[in-house]
């Protein structure tokens, strides 16, 4: 069973920068991925980025690629999204998840967090 924890969301001006944290215990496997998702009000769930725990491979949605960052610290099981040049329509709940999907950018993970809330005002 793994837990996750989302943290670092918050109100915040077009333009503007926040870093996401997904804290990550139990039993996590190397292989396992992680990946970020958001969902806004009467839309879908959509993908944002994933990353493998050793970091060597990420990947990254259209919408945010040259944007947002995300990193991975296996010292401390915690997965960041550093976002830059917020917009508008980055307002949504950002989940984590984790775990070994056939696909990063698809949504069958294993564990999934409970979200933070990102708003981004114009």
């Known amino acids: 069973q793994v837990q996750l924890v989302e943290s670092g969301g918050g109100l915040v001006q077009a333009g503007g920068s926040l870093r996401l944290s997904c804290a990550a215990s139990g039993r996590i496997f190397p292989h396992y991925i992680m990946g970020w998702f958001r969902q806004a009000p009467g839309k879908e769930r959509e993908f944002v980025a994933a990353?493998?725990?050793?970091?060597?491979?990420?990947w990254y949605s259209d919408s945010v690629k040259g944007r947002f960052t995300i990193s991975s610290d296996n010292a401390k099981n915690v997965v960041y999204v550093q976002m830059n040049s917020l917009k508008p329509e980055d307002t949504a709940v950002y989940y984590c998840?984790?775990?070994?999907?056939?696909?990063?950018?698809?949504?069958?993970?294993?564990?999934w967090g409970q979200g933070t809330q990102v708003t981004v005002s114009s």
């Open positions: 998840a984790t775990g070994s999907p056939v696909s990063p950018l698809e949504g069958a993970y294993d564990y």
């Open positions: 990353i493998t725990w050793s970091g060597i491979s990420q």
